[in-house]
Each structure stands twice: as C-alpha cells, then as structure tokens.
C-alpha cells in the first residue's frame, strides 16, 4: 500500500513538472498576437510561433530570445518568460541611441550680470516720433504688469524696516542687507 503511495506522489510531481511552458508573443502596442516569431531557447532553435501567437518552450532553459521582421528582438531569462505573455515592440517606434553632446557650456551668474537692468516702470526708450509708440497705447499686458509692480513695490516698501517677528519678513530683509552689501562691495572695488 505504501509503495502505491509513494509511487502516485513520484508520479504526480513527474507529470506536474513534465509540461512544457506555452508563452504567447505579442506586439506591445496593439496586445494582438505574432504569428511566426522565431525562438530560440539556449542557442537551440524552438520553432515560431503559430497563428494564436503561442510556442511551447522547453521545460529547462536559461534564455529565450524572441526574433520577428519588423519588431525589436527580445532576449529574456526563464524567469521573465515564465510570466506567461513576452512582448515585442515595433521597430517603427524604437530608438536605438540617444547621444545629447554640449558645445557651449554657459556659465547663467555670468551672463545674468552682463544684462542690462530693465525696470518696467521706467519709460519706455524714445521713438523716431517723438516718443509716442501707437502700439503701447493698447497694451494690455504692459499695463497690468506695471500695475502689479507698483503694487509690490508699495508692499515691500511697507516691509523694508519692519523687524517683526514674522520669519518670512526676517529673511526678506536679510537677504535685502546680503545684496545692499554685495552692492557696496563692487562699488569698492570698481573705485
């Protein structure tokens, strides 16, 4: 009685890891099936896969590689082909390389202080006539943008000597002192 049992249980786990793996190929971006994907499992030729898209691997292999005209071809290890479905993508969509090269490097501190400081609120530079610019006068944008710079000037004006407790307004005025400083310093050392 024993030896049946031991012989059902042999036989059992025999059949259970017998079978062979049944992966379906498809295109990754339509999930539709491939037929006549060619694979190859450890260099050894398998076969291609049939109209269902579907081809049985052997049941001990490292990798698979997955070849078809028109797709990117995959080479996968047993664990990710054991997932059931290998995807292919197009060739149409793939880009092999992408190389990004800079010839300039350019420094930003540098070329922010080489330009000129503009002020929006300041007059606008004379016109051949006289001054009037026809198309400042519907400028919407100019207008508001003004507005608002006035706007925030008043506010910091408010803010500048205020030593209140507000952390916002102690790290305004020190880095207003910070600059107020670097100003002095570059006048110095252009005298």
């Known amino acids: 009685m024993i030896r049946l049992y031991v012989f059902i249980v042999f036989t059992l786990l025999s059949v259970s890891f ?4 049944e992966v379906l190929v498809c295109d990754a971006v339509t999930r539709l099936p491939i037929r006549d994907v060619a694979t190859i499992a450890d260099g050894k030729p398998v076969g291609k ?3 269902k898209g579907l081809i049985t691997l052997p049941e001990e292999f490292q990798e698979a590689s997955f070849k078809c005209k028109s797709y990117i071809s995959e080479k996968l290890k047993r664990e990710e082909v054991l997932r059931d479905t290998v995807l292919l993508y197009p060739a149409e969509h793939y880009l092999d390389e992408v190389i990004v090269q800079g010839h300039h490097i350019i420094n930003g501190k540098e070329t ?3 330009m000129p400081k503009r002020d929006i609120l300041e007059q606008a530079s004379p016109r051949e006539l006289g001054g009037f610019d026809f198309g400042l006068m519907f400028d919407k944008r100019l207008r508001r943008d003004k507005a608002h710079v006035e706007k925030q000037r008043k506010i910091f ?3 500048d000597g205020t030593n209140a407790e507000d952390p916002i ?17 570059k006048k110095a050392q252009g005298e």
């Not at 017998?18 to 793996?21: D, I, R, S, W």
């Not at 102690?170 to 310093?185: C, I, R, S, W």
């Open 18 to 21: 017998g079978y062979a793996q």
């Open 49 to 51: 896969t049939n109209y």
């Open 112 to 114: 922010l202080a080489k």
């Open 157 to 159: 004006a408010e803010m």
């Open 169 to 185: 307004l102690k790290a305004y005025n020190g880095t207003k002192l910070k600059q107020q400083e670097e100003e002095n310093k």
